[in-house]
């Protein structure tokens, strides 16, 4: 590779276009270029409406329509909770109960259908629920992918069969040629049932290349597939059957019409990001009609979201409430077999789910006029001041609420007592501003199911329960957009004037919506930016390292461990103090580096106190560059075990520098002493005279990688952290040091070199030269062991019957050479022939793993951009 060329640079065109999409001001955008247009749409369609006339409507509607809504929505999730019922019994068969596995589908489905984000919602507390239940994470994993695979097959069956009969209408959607449409149905329909008898009787294994990367899969057996097949066209079915049958008669006679219509409004409400599509859905709906906002449609798509939305969901939260209460009073099972272990991991997202509701109430309620009897007895009980600034703190305690949601669901403590203290405030304004007592109930049940589900919460994190990411963000900004509309829409019949801001009076509904909304606004955009600012932030300086560290590592023969004396590591000490732990919180992830130091019972009970410090904090817990010392305890933790490297140490009893891979050794030793270079070993004491002179050849070394210094894992130049050891240097004939290597020294018996940096007066043979200097001084001293340090993903196992990460590991050693040297760093440690041993990450099951090798790529060098930028500079490096 050229100097001047970066690897980013060689990517083929599919790499940068998935660097492209996942780049967060692509996953911002997007989201909001849709929100803006459905509320464009919505906004030039309604204009014309009398929102008087859609509460009529909805006052109007059948209670028989209604019950039948009812009854195709109660169909849509039966068949919904079928998807985990199905294949679990196919991927983990009798591990958990049919009857449990359609419990926690449904109730899963319920909540995500609600919240939005299904991905990080419904299917991680179903995921996390069947772990608990104890099947294993990659079956687990595998039987949700497979559900998952029921909904696209059912709409494949359901679209191919409206193209193979054509019923009447559908080609305004599909203007193709009827003979082209009923040959593209059949066509579908023949790709199914060839899937289904290649599946067979007993599924078969995907292994196909993609992009030069292999990916292999276990695919479900046919009998399997059919079922899921039949189930997620019954769902789809009924899905949209609840919306038809709301629709006033004149728009609900072409169902095929229909169905395609619905369809593109749950896909574009998908990727808006908004909860349960909010706004988005209903402007597809309505633009695909093609009928304008009708009062009488209008009215269709309130009622739908209450009964397709709230219904399932409220359904949801009364059994689980009464089953964890159960379980809570009497201290036995929940009915039905249920253990309280399995339901656990539905609760904070239940919660947040409340809390969304709840502060989506108090944001609506205000954007809608308030009922005039009422108000006018609230005023001879209440002055105007306290009326206005009950409203204004209602929008406030709302917006504060949708965003807690987040603090609920990953089951903090403190997010659970500010969520009761808002819903204490939103009971109060609810009856302020205007009496509104089926709000004030609302939040009063809402706070007694958050007091049922105490024990649920139990994080403490140093951080602010008002915290937002990219997801929830998005979620809050279409919220606050959705009720702005219906309030806007609510006031249409008001001229807008300036002086609405400001006007103050007992009949001002508008005035107050518009002020509620720009305060609601405000909380959002300051929440936003503190979060933002929060996850910017670094620490400033050094983390203060205990006295008793020093001493543990005295006696450690870990070389390595001295790395926590770069200060950008917190550290855990045993309470004997015989033993630490070195860790970084990246806000995500508490990740340790290496083995506990010092006597292993002691360490054996950190790797405990860690774990128990993550789940306390709600962060992921990981263990990086582990050997296997410490094994049995990260599976008893039931992390999963990955390899990872290898570490290279020279045995220095036997070492030598005879034979022919290390010519090139000799070469160097002899030319830099004809030449005039010496290799001189400067002792830790007298470091500090010679620091200026380090720090020089250190800035030039960076100025030729064009990069910045490392962490975590490897040492930067500090000199707080090079003055704690012995430095090897490299001076010239004319006594100026050219290079520089520092020693760590792991008792006596191992020593390990970290920073090894150079100048362009450096000769080509100089580092060379240096390392021969260092393991012979090493051999005269006594050392017994000297460290050469990792090779990334060496040594990793290839067979096809490996795990999905070794292989994967593997694949990137192989082919990876445009990112990083892997093999040709191996290669040099290898002439000086050392003893390997492996070294391992002990992670989170899953997609935990390649989480936390970001998280440790971000702490080591920045991200994959830092990585690159270091190692495609100089042949030297």
Not at 67 to 85: E, K, M, N, Q, W
Request: net charge neutral; glycine share 10%; with cysteine.
């Amino acid at each position: 590779m050229s100097k001047t060329q970066s690897p980013l640079q060689q990517d083929a065109p599919v790499d940068r276009f998935h660097l492209v999409a996942n780049h967060p001001l692509v996953k911002l955008a997007v989201p909001l270029i849709v929100l803006t247009i459905a509320g464009f749409v919505l906004q030039k369609l309604a204009q014309d409406v009398d929102p008087a006339h859609v509460f009529a409507q909805i006052r109007a509607m059948k209670p028989q329509t209604l019950g039948l809504a009812v009854l195709a929505t109660t169909a849509s999730y039966l068949a919904i909770a079928f998807y985990d019922v199905i294949s679990l019994h196919a991927i983990a068969p009798g591990v958990v109960k049919p009857r449990n596995a359609y419990v926690i589908g449904g109730a899963g489905y319920a909540i995500s259908n609600l919240l939005g984000l299904s991905y990080l919602t419904g299917s991680a507390v179903r995921l996390r629920a069947y772990v608990a239940a104890g099947v294993p994470f990659s079956r687990a994993a595998l039987a949700l992918a497979t559900s998952f695979s029921g909904f696209w097959s059912g709409l494949a069956l359901l679209t191919g069969s409206l193209m193979l009969f054509h019923p009447a209408g559908l080609s305004a959607v599909i203007n193709i040629p009827p003979n082209l449409e009923t040959l593209t149905g059949a066509g579908v329909l023949l790709v199914l049932a060839v899937i289904l008898i290649l599946l067979g009787r007993r599924g078969r294994h995907l292994s196909l290349r993609l992009f030069g990367a292999r990916i292999e899969a276990d695919l479900p057996n046919a009998r399997t597939a059919s079922l899921l097949m039949l189930a997620g066209a019954i769902d789809l079915l009924f899905a949209s059957l609840t919306l038809w049958l709301l629709l006033p008669p004149d728009l609900g006679g072409n169902f095929a019409y229909f169905f395609v219509i619905f369809m593109a409004a749950i896909g574009l409400g998908i990727a808006s990001h908004s909860p349960g599509g909010l706004g988005v859905f209903e402007a597809t709906v309505i633009a695909g009609l093609g009928v304008g906002a009708r009062p009488d449609l209008l009215a269709a798509l309130v009622l739908y979201r209450v009964i397709y939305t709230l219904y399932p969901f409220l359904v949801a939260m009364l059994g689980l409430t009464v089953s964890w209460l159960w379980a809570r009073l009497r201290h036995v099972e929940m009915p039905q077999g249920l253990s309280r272990t399995l339901v656990s991991p539905l609760i904070p997202p239940l919660s947040g789910g409340i809390a969304l509701i709840s502060g989506v109430l108090l944001l609506l309620s205000g954007s809608l006029p308030s009922e005039g009897s009422r108000l006018e007895l609230l005023r001879d009980v209440l002055p105007l001041p306290v009326v206005e600034f009950s409203h204004m703190t209602a929008s406030v305690t709302g917006m504060m609420l949708i965003i807690l949601a987040r603090g609920l669901y990953r089951r903090l403590t403190r997010a659970w007592i500010v969520a009761l203290v808002l819903l204490a405030a939103g009971l109060v304004t609810s009856v302020a501003r205007g009496l509104e007592w089926e709000q004030a109930f609302t939040m009063g049940l809402a706070a007694g199911v958050l007091i049922i589900f105490k024990d649920a919460f139990y994080r403490v994190e140093g951080g602010s329960v008002f915290e937002l990411d990219l997801n929830w963000f998005l979620s809050g900004v279409a919220l606050l957009v959705a009720v702005s509309w219906i309030g806007f829409f609510a006031y249409k019949h008001v001229e807008y004037r300036d002086t609405l801001w400001w006007q103050f009076s007992w009949h001002g509904d508008a005035s107050r919506f518009l002020r509620g909304e720009l305060v609601a606004a405000v909380v959002l955009a300051l929440i936003a930016m503190a979060s933002l600012l929060r996850a910017r932030h670094r620490p400033d300086g050094p983390v203060d390292i205990p006295p008793s560290v020093k001493e543990i590592l005295a006696r450690s023969e870990d070389a390595e461990a001295a790395l926590v004396l770069m200060g950008d590591k917190q550290v855990l000490v045993s309470e004997d103090e015989r033993a630490f732990l070195s860790y970084a919180d990246t806000g995500h992830a508490l990740i340790a580096l290496s083995d506990p130091v010092g006597e292993e019972k002691a360490g054996r009970a950190l790797i405990w106190q860690l774990r128990e410090r993550a789940d306390q904090m709600g962060r992921l817990c990981a263990f990086y560059g582990v050997s296997n010392r410490y094994l049995p305890s990260f599976l008893d933790m039931g992390l999963s075990i990955v390899k990872i490297g290898e570490t290279a140490r020279i045995d220095l009893s036997n070492f030598t520098l005879d034979g022919p891979k290390k010519k090139n050794f000799r070469y160097a030793q002899s030319r830099g002493a004809r030449d005039g270079y010496r290799v001189e070993i400067i002792a830790a004491a007298q470091v500090p005279e010679h620091i200026d002179a380090l720090r020089a050849i250190s800035d030039a070394w960076l100025a030729q990688k064009q990069g910045e210094e490392k962490g975590f894992a490897l040492g930067a130049f500090s000199e707080s952290y090079v003055e704690n050891f012995d430095c090897a240097v490299l001076r010239n004939p004319e006594g100026e040091i050219v290079a520089f290597a520092n020693l760590l020294d792991g008792a006596g018996q191992e020593i390990c070199i970290d920073l090894m940096r150079y100048d362009l007066r450096c000769p080509g043979y100089g580092m060379d030269m240096l390392f021969v200097g260092m393991i012979l001084w090493a051999k005269e001293r006594g050392f017994t062991w000297f460290r050469l340090g990792n090779a990334p993903f060496s040594g990793i196992e290839q067979h096809r019957l490996a795990s999905f990460w070794n292989r994967l590991g593997a694949l990137i050693y192989t082919h990876g050479e445009r990112l990083y040297r892997f093999e040709g760093l191996r290669n040099f440690k290898e002439k000086w022939d050392p003893v390997w041993s492996p070294h391992y990450l002990a992670s989170p099951r899953g997609l935990g793993v390649p989480r936390v090798l970001y998280e440790v790529n971000v702490l080591i060098s920045g991200g994959v951009r830092g990585l690159v930028r270091r190692e495609s500079k100089s042949p030297k490096s």
